[in-house]
C-alpha cells in the first residue's frame, strides 16, 4: 500500500519521535556548549561512502536543489564513481534534474580530511552516529528514510546557515521592505478572504467576494487559474511546506513553475519562512520585490505580524501559520473557504480539492520523501490544529476581529463559526 495512505505504526512512530527528539536534544547542548548555534556554514562533508551510481544521482540533485551554491561540498564514492561528471548524471524520474550547475560539488574515492562545518549523513546508521557523538552538533540527516521531516526540512533550510548574520539581516529587511508595501496597497480593507484547499472550495463560484477586499491563497491553489480569475486576483500567496514546497520532486518543482506564473500574472506578494528567502531568491530572483520571509517560533506567542515585529508563532498548517495572522494583522473581518477539515475515518492529512492540488505529482512526493508520509499520525496532527485553531480565534476576537467559515466544516472552530448564504 502506498506510503502516505498505509495503516499507521503509532507505537514505531512514538519510538522514532522518542530517538528524534534524544538526537535533537543532544545537538542542541553541543551546539550551546561548543558556542557553534550562528556558525557559518561553507564546507560539507556527505558520509557514508556512496556505493552505487543511482544514490549518487540522487544525493547530488537533492543537494544541487537546496544547496546550490556558497560552499563546498565533498562527496566520497567508490573509486569507481569518482570519475563521473556530476553535470552529466542521471535525474531520479521523481524529481526536476538541479545538478546542471555543481561546480562546488566534489567526489572523492579516499576520506576528505579537510575540516567541514556540517556533515549531511545520506543513510542513518546508529552505530556510526554513536562513534560521532561530540560532532553531533554539525552533523544534519539527509536519509529520507530516517524519520519523518528530517530530511526535507535540510533542503528548506539549511542554505540559510551558509550566509553570515549580515546578509541575513538584508533578507530580514528586504521581508519588512516588502511586507510595508503590501500593508500600504491594501490599507482600507476591512474584509479578508483566506481560501483553502479542502473540497468545498470548489463551491467559490457560490460566492461573491468583495473587490475592495484583501484576499490570500495557499499552496497548490496556484495551479487553478479559473479560480484566479475568478476573485479578480489574490493579493497574497503563503506557503511553507519542506515535501510540496521545497523539494526537488516533481509536484513542489511544478508548483513552483505555477507560483512564478501567478505572482508575474497578478503582481501578488508571496510569504515563507525567512530562512527559505535565500534559496528562493537564488532559483527565482524575480520575486525580490514581492517575497516576504516571516520568522516562526515554538517559543513565540500568539501574534499578528507588522513591519517592525514580523514573526509569527510556529504551527505546521498553512492557515495558522500565516494566513490568519497575516489577515488578521491588515483586516477587521477574515472569512475562510475550503476548511473542511477531517473525518474520523479518513486514512490522510485530510482531503483536498483535485483543482487546487497536483493529483498526478503526488507519488512523486511520496517516493522522494518517504519518511514524511510514513511517521505522521494524522489523527494526532489533526487534533493539534483544531485546538491551536481555536485557540488563535479566540485571541483574534478578543482583539475586535470576526472571523467565519463560508462552508461546513467538520473542525470545531469553524462549525460554530459558519455564515450560511
Known amino acids: 500500500m502506498n506510503v502516505a495512505y498505509s495503516e499507521r505504526n503509532i507505537s514505531k512512530i512514538k519510538k522514532l519521535t522518542r530517538f528524534n527528539f534524544l538526537y535533537q536534544s543532544i545537538k542542541f547542548v553541543l551546539k550551546k556548549l561548543l558556542f557553534q548555534e550562528k556558525k557559518i556554514i561553507k564546507k560539507i562533508s556527505v558520509f557514508p561512502v556512496i556505493q552505487s551510481k543511482e544514490q549518487l544521482c540522487d544525493v547530488v540533485n537533492r543537494i544541487s536543489w537546496g544547496l546550490p551554491n556558497n560552499c563546498e561540498i565533498a562527496i566520497q564514492v567508490t573509486p569507481e564513481l569518482s570519475t563521473l561528471n556530476i553535470q552529466n548524471l542521471e535525474t531520479p524520474v521523481t524529481q526536476k534534474k538541479y545538478n546542471t550547475a555543481s561546480n562546488h560539488i566534489s567526489l572523492y574515492s579516499k576520506k576528505n580530511k579537510e575540516y567541514s562545518d556540517a556533515l549531511l549523513a545520506h ?37 540559510y546557515s551558509t550566509f553570515s548574520e549580515e546578509k541575513k539581516e538584508e533578507y530580514s529587511l528586504l521581508s519588512k521592505r516588502n511586507y510595508s508595501q503590501m500593508q500600504q496597497i491594501n490599507a482600507g480593507k476591512e474584509k479578508a478572504y483566506c481560501f483553502v484547499t479542502g473540497p468545498s472550495f470548489d463551491q467559490y463560484k457560490q460566492f461573491h467576494f468583495e473587490k475592495n477586499s484583501f ?207
Open 123 to 159: 543513510q542513518f546508521n546508529i552505530k556510526k552516529f554513536i562513534r560521532l557523538f561530540f560532532k553531533l552538533h554539525k552533523t544534519e540527516i539527509i536519509d529520507p528514510h530516517y524519520f519523518s521531516a528530517t530530511e526535507s526540512m535540510v533542503w528548506q533550510y539549511l542554505y
Open 215 to 421: 484576499k490570500i491563497i495557499c499552496n497548490s491553489i496556484v495551479k487553478n487559474t479559473d479560480f484566479l480569475d475568478y476573485i479578480e486576483k489574490p493579493d497574497l500567496l503563503v506557503f511553507a511546506d519542506p515535501v510540496f514546497h521545497y523539494s526537488p520532486c516533481l509536484y513542489s518543482a511544478t508548483f513552483r513553475e505555477y507560483m512564478i506564473k501567478t505572482v508575474e500574472k497578478y503582481n501578488c506578494f508571496v510569504a515563507t519562512n525567512i530562512e527559505s528567502i535565500p534559496l528562493l531568491l537564488y532559483h527565482y530572483p524575480q520575486l525580490e520585490n514581492k517575497i516576504i520571509g516571516i520568522k516562526k517560533g515554538k517559543k513565540y506567542p500568539i501574534h499578528f505580524p507588522m513591519p517592525e515585529n514580523l514573526y509569527v508563532k510556529s504551527t505546521h498548517n498553512i492557515l495558522t501559520l500565516f494566513m490568519l495572522p497575516i489577515a488578521s494583522a491588515l483586516c477587521n473581518e477574515i472569512a475562510v473557504l475550503g476548511a473542511d477539515g477531517r473525518k474520523p475515518d479518513e486514512k490522510y492529512f485530510w482531503k483536498h480539492s483535485s483543482s487546487a492540488q497536483l493529483d498526478e505529482l503526488m507519488q512523486t512526493a511520496f517516493d522522494t520523501h518517504p519518511s514524511f508520509f510514513r511517521d505522521r499520525d494524522y489523527a494526532d496532527y489533526y487534533s493539534e490544529h483544531c485546538a491551536y485553531l481555536e485557540k488563535l480565534i479566540t485571541f483574534g476576537e478578543k482583539h475586535g476581529k470576526k472571523y467565519y467559515s463560508l462552508t461546513e466544516s467538520h473542525i470545531p472552530a469553524f462549525a460554530k463559526r459558519l455564515k450560511q448564504l
